[in-house]
């Protein structure tokens, strides 16, 4: 049977993996970006926090992803649950260092002719500043599901949903019928579905980010 | 000659509606955390309802910490400021900036909104609604002279230094605050666009009558703008607070000597017109239609060797000797042409440089070119030295002209100079240069 046959004929349950993969990604990094712009915006002003924030992040991300897995298993059991916690903890290290970077990149008389024209704190973060920063943060988004792509691949160990199963099963049953066109299918697909979302990414940039600041 | 607190009064601002409200600064101290001098130490002045007032200094004498206390970008660690009689340190700092004017040097223009975005922002904050924030900013783009179509879409990043400053003052003046604040917001654009951005400032105050409080480093800057000079020293303990020719004619102190800098003289000049000034009106006329042996008579009656020849409108044309009398037959084509001419509206600095140019003396036309007298450097040198014997009597009384603006101050009661009157009252158009 040819790799196409092969998809042609499990095509149901590779569409349905798929989607479960994509979303599982997109939900994580959302999550991730909510988590790393409220960190990013409590430490960005300060340089110990910065570092602070940005060294623990970078940590995370040295854990290599079978341990963490291994780690999370015994504290929230099999299933998506550690998988998507994994997830969200490798994301937010490039979430968290772009919205720090971007934030500290705003010009201060950008912020200072805000406060001096009388926005309120508030406004000043959330109509100039994040505004400003966002291309910095989006991008941080982009990387972070980038990364996860592959990552919830090997999420699939702790039964994680997705497209990692495909993969794995394929490479345990290898030699047998049809394992090599498994594990291609499922790499295959992760490829192909991490272009789709670089589209989408290259979209919402373009919907998101002011003409005024656009690259 | 700190402040002496002198009532708000200026015959200039008369002509202008004063919007501005008259600031209070007394005993206002600022001591950074950390540092053990304070950067601003216990300075009172009276920034006068209407009035451009300038702070100037050297770097780092605390000009910006002592603007930015006025709306409270930075909290003073003691005294007391009032705006329009309202204590600032009591109101809410957000509400007290949207009524305050903010334009600052690097424009600090919003990126990621278009011109027309930043302008509304202000009154975005105070709720207007959409239609009036539309005309508003409309309006304010005439202002401040950018064609509203051309511009209105534009991203700041798609300007000039010098556009962008003009949308910085535009936002600043958005919600037509009382009081405007502004800290050497010309200071980064070519000096060209700078004298630009300066005579149209002077225009719109003209017009507006804000309370300006205009920091820059630069001394010229603040003798060309201000209506009142404060020269700050170490901790903006003010050296001297007056008008720009009283400074000029009389610094207070070596330290304010050394700020005006050399050419002080020239610097006066710079305020005066030649309308301000008594000319003589020396020169024998006579126009080409007139007999060469007539004008030879009138000549020798009055015991002039030359004669300025005024073509119909009286505009001045050439200058005969009487040696060329005796063998013309005719005025036309004889003698030599009158080189550089003054207006009435001409600087004293302008004046003089026609002067030298002219070797002594040089003639001074009206506003439609016709002859009304000659200035010569007596009477530059004259004026000077009347300026310096008014303000070293301790009495100043800042009453001068300090209007050197594109129009502005110096277009109302534009009339004929002293020693004038040829012609020019039967003109209704004269005064629109
Ligand atoms: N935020 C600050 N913290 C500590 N010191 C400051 C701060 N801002 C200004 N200073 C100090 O206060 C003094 C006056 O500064 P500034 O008001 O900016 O002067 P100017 O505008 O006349 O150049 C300087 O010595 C400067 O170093
Ligand atoms: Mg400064």
């Given at each position: 049977?040819?790799?196409?046959?092969?998809?042609?004929?499990?095509?149901?349950?590779?569409?349905?993996?798929?989607w479960?993969?994509?979303?599982?990604?997109?939900?994580?990094?959302l999550?991730?970006a909510?988590?790393?712009?409220?960190?990013?915006?409590?430490?960005?002003?300060?340089?110990?926090?910065?570092?602070v924030?940005?060294g623990?992040?970078?940590t995370?991300?040295?854990i290599p992803?079978?341990a963490?897995?291994?780690?999370?298993?015994?504290v929230f059991?099999l299933g998506?649950?550690?998988?998507?916690?994994?997830?969200?903890?490798?994301?937010?290290?490039?979430?968290?260092?772009?919205?720090?970077?971007?934030l500290?990149?705003?010009?201060?008389?950008?912020?200072?002719?805000?406060?001096?024209?009388?926005?309120g704190?508030?406004?000043?973060?959330?109509?100039?500043?994040?505004?400003?920063?966002?291309?910095?943060?989006?991008?941080?988004?982009?990387?972070?599901?980038?990364?996860?792509?592959?990552?919830?691949?090997?999420?699939?160990?702790?039964?994680?949903?997705g497209?990692?199963?495909e993969?794995?099963?394929?490479?345990?049953?290898?030699?047998?019928?049809?394992a090599?066109?498994?594990?291609?299918?499922?790499?295959?697909?992760?490829?192909?579905?991490?272009?789709?979302?670089?589209?989408?990414?290259?979209?919402?940039?373009?919907?998101?980010?002011?003409?005024?600041?656009?690259? | 000659?700190a402040?002496?607190?002198?009532?708000?009064?200026?015959?200039?601002?008369?002509?202008?509606?004063?919007?501005?409200?008259?600031?209070?600064?007394?005993?206002?101290?600022?001591?950074?955390?950390?540092?053990?001098?304070?950067?601003?130490?216990?300075?009172t002045?009276?920034?006068?309802?209407?009035?451009?007032?300038?702070?100037?200094?050297?770097?780092?004498?605390?000009?910006?910490?002592?603007?930015?206390?006025?709306?409270?970008?930075?909290?003073?660690?003691s005294?007391r400021?009032?705006?329009?009689?309202?204590d600032?340190?009591?109101?809410?700092?957000v509400r007290?900036?949207?009524?305050?004017g903010?334009?600052i040097?690097?424009a600090?223009?919003?990126?990621?909104?278009?011109?027309?975005q930043?302008?509304a922002?202000?009154?975005?904050?105070l709720g207007?609604?959409?239609?009036?924030?539309a005309?508003?900013?409309?309006?304010?783009m005439?202002?401040?002279?950018?064609?509203?179509?051309?511009?209105?879409?534009?991203?700041?990043?798609?300007?000039?230094?010098g556009?962008?400053?003009?949308?910085?003052?535009?936002?600043?003046l958005?919600?037509?605050?009382?009081?405007?604040?502004?800290?050497?917001?010309?200071?980064?654009?070519?000096?060209?666009?700078?004298?630009?951005?300066?005579?149209?400032?002077?225009?719109?105050?003209?017009?507006?009558?804000?309370?300006?409080?205009?920091?820059?480093h630069?001394?010229?800057?603040a003798?060309?703008?201000?209506?009142r000079?404060?020269?700050?020293?170490?901790?903006?303990?003010?050296?001297?607070y007056?008008?720009?020719?009283?400074?000029?004619?009389?610094?207070?102190?070596d330290?304010?000597?050394?700020?005006?800098?050399?050419?002080?003289?020239?610097?006066?000049?710079?305020l005066?017109?030649?309308?301000?000034?008594?000319y003589?009106?020396?020169?024998?006329?006579?126009?080409?239609?007139?007999?060469?042996s007539?004008?030879?008579?009138?000549?020798?009656?009055?015991g002039?060797?030359?004669?300025?020849?005024?073509?119909r409108?009286?505009?001045?044309?050439?200058?005969?000797?009487?040696?060329?009398?005796?063998?013309?037959?005719?005025l036309a084509?004889?003698?030599?042409?009158?080189g550089?001419?003054?207006?009435?509206?001409?600087?004293?600095?302008d004046?003089?440089?026609?002067?030298?140019?002219?070797?002594?003396?040089?003639?001074?036309?009206?506003?439609?070119?016709?002859?009304?007298?000659?200035?010569?450097?007596?009477?530059?040198?004259?004026v000077?030295?009347?300026?310096?014997?008014?303000h070293e009597?301790?009495?100043?009384d800042?009453?001068?002209?300090?209007?050197?603006?594109?129009?502005?101050r110096?277009?109302?009661?534009d009339?004929?100079?002293p020693?004038?009157?040829?012609?020019?009252?039967?003109?209704?158009?004269?005064?629109a240069?």
């Amino acid at each position: 049977m040819t790799l196409f046959d092969y998809v042609a004929d499990r095509w149901d349950r590779l569409a349905l993996q798929s989607w479960l993969h994509v979303s599982e990604v997109v939900q994580s990094t959302l999550l991730a970006a909510v988590i790393g712009v409220l960190i990013g915006v409590a430490v960005y002003r300060s340089p110990v926090g910065s570092a602070v924030a940005t060294g623990l992040a970078s940590t995370i991300l040295t854990i290599p992803s079978f341990a963490l897995l291994g780690l999370l298993i015994p504290v929230f059991g099999l299933g998506p649950t550690p998988a998507v916690v994994a997830l969200v903890l490798y994301a937010l290290l490039p979430i968290t260092r772009n919205t720090i970077v971007g934030l500290a990149g705003v010009d201060p008389a950008v912020t200072d002719a805000a406060k001096g024209i009388g926005m309120g704190r508030f406004s000043v973060l959330t109509r100039v500043e994040l505004r400003l920063a966002w291309p910095a943060i989006l991008a941080g988004m982009r990387v972070a599901t980038q990364m996860l792509m592959g990552i919830a691949v090997i999420a699939a160990y702790a039964k994680g949903p997705g497209l990692g199963g495909e993969v794995f099963s394929g490479l345990t049953r290898a030699g047998s019928a049809n394992a090599t066109n498994q594990a291609l299918a499922g790499t295959l697909g992760v490829v192909i579905l991490a272009l789709l979302l670089e589209g989408v990414y290259f979209l919402i940039a373009r919907f998101t980010v002011s003409r005024g600041i656009r690259g | 000659m700190a402040d002496k607190g002198e009532p708000a009064v200026t015959p200039e601002s008369t002509d202008a509606a004063v919007s501005g409200v008259e600031i209070q600064l007394e005993g206002v101290t600022k001591r950074y955390p950390g540092s053990a001098e304070p950067a601003v130490n216990d300075v009172t002045m009276t920034i006068p309802a209407g009035q451009l007032v300038v702070l100037v200094g050297p770097s780092g004498c605390g000009k910006t910490t002592t603007m930015r206390m006025i709306n409270r970008l930075i909290e003073p660690t003691s005294g007391r400021i009032t705006i329009g009689g309202e204590d600032a340190l009591e109101l809410d700092d957000v509400r007290l900036r949207r009524k305050i004017g903010y334009a600052i040097q690097q424009a600090g223009l919003f990126p990621h909104f278009t011109v027309a975005q930043n302008i509304a922002v202000v009154p975005g904050l105070l709720g207007w609604n959409k239609k009036r924030i539309a005309e508003r900013v409309d309006e304010l783009m005439d202002l401040v002279g950018l064609d509203v179509a051309q511009f209105r879409d534009r991203y700041p990043r798609q300007l000039s230094g010098g556009q962008q400053q003009r949308v910085g003052v535009a936002r600043a003046l958005a919600a037509d605050p009382p009081v405007l604040l502004m800290d050497e917001p010309f200071g980064a654009v070519d000096p060209i666009t700078r004298g630009n951005l300066q005579d149209e400032l002077l225009r719109l105050q003209a017009d507006l009558g804000k309370t300006i409080v205009f920091v820059t480093h630069d001394f010229d800057e603040a003798v060309k703008l201000g209506d009142r000079i404060a020269v700050l020293g170490e901790a903006s303990t003010i050296q001297q607070y007056d008008t720009p020719e009283a400074i000029l004619a009389n610094p207070a102190n070596d330290m304010v000597a050394g700020f005006v800098g050399a050419g002080a003289s020239l610097k006066q000049l710079t305020l005066l017109r030649v309308r301000d000034v008594d000319y003589p009106d020396l020169a024998l006329t006579a126009d080409a239609g007139e007999s060469p042996s007539e004008l030879r008579t009138r000549m020798a009656r009055a015991g002039a060797t030359y004669a300025l020849l005024v073509d119909r409108r009286r505009r001045p044309q050439r200058w005969v000797h009487v040696r060329n009398l005796s063998s013309a037959t005719s005025l036309a084509n004889i003698g030599r042409s009158v080189g550089d001419t003054v207006s009435t509206q001409s600087t004293l600095q302008d004046a003089l440089e026609a002067i030298l140019a002219e070797g002594g003396r040089a003639v001074v036309t009206g506003t439609r070119g016709e002859y009304v007298g000659m200035i010569d450097i007596e009477t530059v040198t004259g004026v000077l030295a009347q300026l310096r014997e008014e303000h070293e009597a301790a009495g100043t009384d800042g009453a001068g002209d300090t209007g050197d603006g594109a129009g502005g101050r110096a277009a109302a009661g534009d009339g004929v100079g002293p020693a004038g009157g040829a012609g020019a009252a039967a003109d209704p158009g004269a005064g629109a240069s």
